[in-house]
């Protein structure tokens, strides 16, 4: 399952951010995910709270920003934003466009971690 790897390896991240502030817990995770990254957002939910379980991040939260597409049309020489459907061709003149600005974003945007719970180590 494509969400739940994607779901380890933000654990993974989270984890070394909160060992390195030297906390034991993770409380809330911010993500930003793109229309194009083909990640269905309940999906990564459920696949981060089966992923979480023995781990820092269990019980944490997972803040799911969803980034929408948009595309740059050469002939408009404009910024669009495309819909669900895109089809690689500008929305208003049906130009090719290739260049993608936002839409592809997969990332850990920043971690929250519970200060209060300083590992003892
Ligand atoms: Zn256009």
């Known amino acids: 399952m494509h969400e739940l790897s994607i779901a380890q390896s933000l654990i993974e991240l989270a984890c070394e951010a909160a060992a390195r502030d030297r906390c034991e817990r993770v409380t809330r995770l911010f993500v930003r995910v793109g229309a194009l990254s083909g ?9 981060f709270e089966l992923a979480a379980e ?3 991040c269990a019980g944490a939260t997972l803040e799911i920003e969803s980034v929408g597409l948009t595309v740059h049309c050469p002939k408009c020489d404009a910024t669009k934003t495309v819909g669900g459907d895109y089809l690689f061709c500008c929305p208003t003149c049906g130009s ?7 839409g592809r ?6 971690v929250e971690v519970d200060e209060y719970a300083p590992a003892n180590r």
Do not use: G, Q, R
């Not at 990640?39 to 696949?47: G, H, I, M, N, T």
């Not at 090719?96 to 936002?102: D, F, G, R």
């Open 105 to 110: 974003e997969l990332e850990l945007v920043s």
């Open 39 to 47: 990640v269905v957002k309940e999906a990564l939910e459920f696949s």
């Open 96 to 102: 090719p466009t290739p260049e993608i600005l936002s």
């Open 54 to 56: 023995d781990t820092p």
